[in-house]
């Protein structure tokens, strides 16, 4: 098992920042990815971010390319999503998951509240 808590999400202007963090614990040495999804009011929940926890490859929905960040610090065991230039439509909960095998996302948090105001 491995258990995943997010911090991070929050209010903030249209142009503005947040960092999210998602720790995990457990059997994280069988982590092959990580990732970050979201979902919005009325709407299925979508990967925003993804990347291998070995070798770190990343992977971004063309929605936030340019505009946010994944990265992974191996030694805290977390992964981390910087976003930048926030707009109304990033608006949603934002899930942090973890797959043992590629694409096969069998872990998830709690997940935490992005708002973005205009």
Known sequence: ?????????????????????????????????????????????EVVATITWSGGRTHYANSVKGRFTISRDKAKNTVYLQMNSLKPEDTAVY??????????????????QVTVSS
């Open 95 to 112: 899930y942090c998951a973890a797959a043992q095998a590629p694409s096969t996302y069998d872990y998830w948090g709690q997940g935490t």
């Open 1 to 45: 098992q491995v258990q995943l808590v997010e911090s991070g999400g929050g209010l903030v202007q249209t142009g503005g920042s947040l960092r999210l963090s998602c720790a995990a614990s457990g059997r994280t040495y069988s982590i092959y990815s990580m990732g970050w999804f979201r979902q919005a009011p009325g709407k299925e929940r």
